[in-house]
């Protein structure tokens, strides 16, 4: 995703605005820091628009020779541009200067108001820096696409691109039908995520040499001209933009030998018919239905899929209510599941894991992430009742099962209130219980989603 919900995770990245700035004298000129710039152009922010030259400018003084020596581990993220702006520019134009033209990857948050200006001005002071920038992540507004057209006519050292384009009322500047030939240039890129209003269909990419796709399809017939042009393809993110293209059956059947993780978003399956992936080895299905329930014709699909890919996955998830028969069906065969993520309700959860653990391959889980989902017509005493039953079980499994491999286990409960979930944790006592399991390498978390 764009740069609206990018937070550093990995241990050698450090946030702005979260440094004692006079203890940077300190660290080790060899380091290798990704550095995260938040720059505000927000007409409501003014206290970042003010602190903005200060910052860079003191992280350009501080961080020079640190900076010099960093060549492929460098980010920006710049949020929210809002309007035109000379003086952040300046700052920008200065910071960019000092950092020795050593740019890796390049975040953009362009805001619905964003004018062409400044968009043109952001992609003018940065046009020097992107032959050598290797990730490129741009939330752009459609008025802003004939610019991101002309930015990407050069890009020799681009690996990913990352592309949102919300929808807009406004009208458009071009036809829908038309295909833009953009990053054509870019003989490196091998990762893309295209979602928002254009598809594969609008924008025509260097399928044969893309690995990892993320996006959206009009049809299924534009899936499969994809995926078949993409013959290195690794990784596949699937969502339909305007409908289920259950409609729109496949004119031949789609097999593809090197696809190893597929990812399903919000899309019936019974359009997967025709597919077949030998080497399949993760597979995640994410479902926005009622009450998070699959149609039975996708259920069916849903099976065919992993029987007929004979594929022995390793992970699975599925964030969907099934039956405990049709779940257990699917994956009685995959002695090779290492992950597991599901969702569970009051109705399912209980059969679920007693199919479990007398299905056998539960021993062999490494990590298992489960969702319960809390209705607000049910009692919740109930549904604890039923969740206390289901966590004895697989606390069972761990404590009793020579040999199991489980090392990492999350429970979540979903739409149940922060005041009972809180109870509930002190009722069972589950800080003893984590910290015993931790003891013997088991890491647990309960998480909350709740309101």
Not at 84 to 113: M, P
Not at 327 to 333: C, G, N, P, Q
Request: net charge neutral.
């Amino acid at each position: 995703m764009p740069a609206t919900q990018t937070t550093p995770l990995v241990s050698n990245t450090m946030l702005l605005s979260n440094i004692d700035f006079s203890s940077i004298s300190l660290l080790p000129r060899d380091i290798l820091l990704e550095i995260f710039i938040w720059l505000s152009w927000s007409a409501d922010n003014h206290a970042d628009i003010t602190q903005a030259p200060w910052v860079l400018g003191h992280v350009c003084r501080s961080w020079r020779d640190t900076i010099k020596s960093v060549k492929w581990l460098w980010s920006m993220v710049i949020l929210r541009v809002h309007s035109y702006d000379r003086k952040v520019l300046r700052v920008l134009k200065h910071f960019l200067r000092r950092s020795d033209q050593s740019l890796f990857k390049i975040d953009l948050t362009f805001n619905e108001e964003a004018s062409r200006k400044a968009i043109r001005s952001i992609f003018r002071v940065l046009s020097s820096h992107l032959p050598r920038c290797a990730g490129l992540s741009i939330l752009i507004p459609q008025k802003g696409v004939w610019e991101l057209i002309e930015l990407a006519q050069d890009l020799p050292e681009l690996r990913f691109l990352d592309i949102f384009i919300p929808s807009s009322d406004d009208e458009d500047d071009f036809d829908e039908e038309e295909t833009f030939s953009i990053f054509s240039t870019a003989p490196k890129l091998t990762g893309v995520s295209l979602f928002g209003l254009y598809t594969v269909g609008n924008i025509s990419l260097p399928a044969s040499q893309i690995q990892e796709f993320h996006g959206d399809f009009y049809t299924a017939e534009e899936l499969h001209r994809f995926v078949s042009k993409a013959r290195h393809l690794d990784t596949l993110e699937v969502s339909f933009q305007s409908h289920f293209p259950a409609s729109d059956p496949l004119a031949q059947p789609l097999t593809h030998s090197n696809l190893r993780r597929l990812v399903i978003i919000h899309s019936e399956l019974a359009w997967m018919e025709t597919f077949s992936f030998p080497h399949l080895e993760e597979l995640e299905i994410f479902q926005h239905l009622p009450h998070c329930r699959i149609a039975k014709a996708s259920v069916n699909e849903l099976s065919s899929l992993v029987e007929r890919s004979m594929c022995k996955l390793q992970k699975f998830v599925l964030r969907a209510a099934l039956p405990a028969s049709t779940l257990i069906h699917i994956l009685r065969s995959q002695s090779s599941l290492a992950e597991l993520h599901i969702t569970v309700n009051l109705t399912n959860a209980r059969d679920i894991f007693i199919a479990f653990t007398g299905s056998g391959f539960l021993p062999a889980l490494m990590r298992l992430e489960i969702i319960e989902e809390y209705c607000s017509s049910q009692r919740f005493s109930v549904f604890m009742e039923t969740h206390n039953e289901v966590f004895t079980m697989i606390r069972s499994r761990w404590d009793k099962t020579p040999g199991s491999r489980l090392r990492y286990l999350c429970l979540e409960i979903s739409n149940a209130r922060v005041k009972a979930v809180r109870k509930m944790v002190d009722f069972y006592s589950y800080d003893a219980i984590i910290s015993e399991a931790r003891v013997r390498g088991l890491d647990i978390r309960l998480n909350c989603s709740a309101f």
